[in-house]
């Protein structure tokens, strides 16, 4: 099993859509949890941090099924401006740890 | 407040030929981290440099060697540079607090090796 693993995508959605992408880890020791969105040819830019159940900002929500080591992201009414990969992010080891990255989902929103 | 700072932007080398990245973290990080993003790719830990030392280090090979200076900044060196070293190449910062913090990245250096 991989140690983060994403739904492979495209997603493409017209605007206003709800969509949700998935996430599976394979460290159950892991404690935080982190969505990342990256821009074409850009750097990767934290969107949401996950520490318990779950979290909320807005349009996002992540979360967060430690039994089934699975996270979730939720966009609801979907933008234009939402257009990016979404990188599933989980830190190795539970201190000072390095990230371990998901492929990323690519996320088209169409007018 | 300036944030994480990478160059050159982007760089053209041969094989076989040697590169050197530069990072400068953002203002109060004490902590950088090095990683590989092939095309199409999540990115890939190289190593995390701590207090000027290598504190933990990905799968790569000993071609890929780093440095900490006492002001925080950082190099990346890659030594006998292949085809398969093309890629983007982030650094990214945090504050070291004892556990996982958020890392906050640079904008990169794209790396084409000819």
């Known amino acids: 099993r991989k140690e983060v693993e994403q739904d492979p995508g495209p997603f493409n959605v017209p605007e206003g859509a709800t969509v949700a992408f998935n996430c599976t880890y394979s460290?159950?020791?892991?404690?935080?949890f982190f969505w990342y969105r990256q821009d074409c040819r850009k750097e990767p830019k934290l969107l949401m941090s996950v520490y318990s159940s779950g979290n909320e900002d807005g349009r996002f929500t992540a979360q967060l099924n430690r039994a089934s080591q699975y996270i979730s992201l939720l966009i609801r009414d979907s933008k234009l401006s939402d257009s990016a990969t979404y990188l599933c992010v989980v830190p190795r080891g539970g201190s000072q740890g390095n990230l371990i990255f998901g492929k990323g989902t690519k996320l088209s929103v169409k007018p | 407040d300036a944030g994480v700072t990478q160059s050159p932007t982007h760089l053209i080398k041969t094989r076989g030929q040697q590169v050197t990245l530069r990072c400068s973290p953002k203002?109060?990080?004490?902590?950088v981290s090095w990683y590989q993003q092939a095309l199409g790719q999540g990115p890939q830990f190289i190593f995390q440099?701590?207090?000027?030392?290598?504190?933990q280090r990905g799968n790569f090979p000993d071609r890929f060697s780093g440095h900490q200076f006492p002001n925080y900044s950082s190099e990346l060196n890659v030594n006998a540079l292949l085809l398969g070293d093309s890629a983007l190449y982030l650094c990214?910062?945090?504050?070291?607090?004892?556990?996982?913090?958020?890392?906050?990245f640079g904008p990169g250096t794209r790396l084409t090796v000819l």
């Open positions: 990214a910062s945090n504050r070291d607090r004892g556990w996982s913090d958020t890392q906050y």
């Open positions: 440099y701590y207090e000027e030392e290598e504190r």
């Open positions: 460290n159950s020791a892991s404690q935080s």
């Open positions: 203002s109060g990080h004490d902590t």
